[in-house]
Nanobody, 129 residues
Framework: QMQLKESGGGSAQPGGSLRLSCIASGGSLRFSNYALGWFRQAFGKEREFVAATTPSGSVRYYADSVKGRFTVSRDNGEDRMDLQMDSLKPEDTAVYYC????????????????????WGQGTQVTVSS
């Protein structure tokens, strides 16, 4: 089964930037067969969708709260997905998780947590002055 590990979390000031990475390992299926997503969970709140990308990486979808500030990308040759976070706000403070779902369809993405089978352990992002 695919394992996911996030990195790159930390602290930033409002208006600053951070870049998260998600590295996949294990499993017998190609990384390029997986739709990928980022979710986040702030303290005391439910986990919410942030961004998703199709197995091919050609289509990306964002939550309204991060649209225009965050950019998701993937490198299928390196089994890696990144989340570039710019113009950070205090409300972006949360634990960020990456997730994957095997898909036979190359141009599909998923925004529901229930769709994803594999999850990383999360990385903390704190935005404060």
């Amino acid at each position: 089964q695919m394992q996911l590990k996030e990195s790159g979390g930390g602290s930033a000031q409002p208006g600053g930037s951070l870049r998260l990475s998600c590295i996949a390992s294990g499993g017998s299926l190609r990384f390029s067969n997986y739709a990928l997503g980022w979710f986040r969970q702030a303290f005391g709140k439910e986990r919410e969708f942030v961004a998703a990308t199709t197995p091919s990486g050609s289509v990306r979808y964002y939550a309204d709260s991060v649209k225009g500030r965050f950019t998701v990308s993937r490198d299928n040759g390196e089994d890696r997905m990144d989340l570039q976070m710019d113009s950070l706000k205090p409300e972006d403070t949360a634990v960020y998780y990456c997730a994957s779902k095997y898909s036979l369809r190359k141009e599909i993405y998923y925004t529901s947590q229930a769709d994803y089978a594999n999850w990383g352990q999360g990385t903390q992002v704190t935005v404060s002055s």
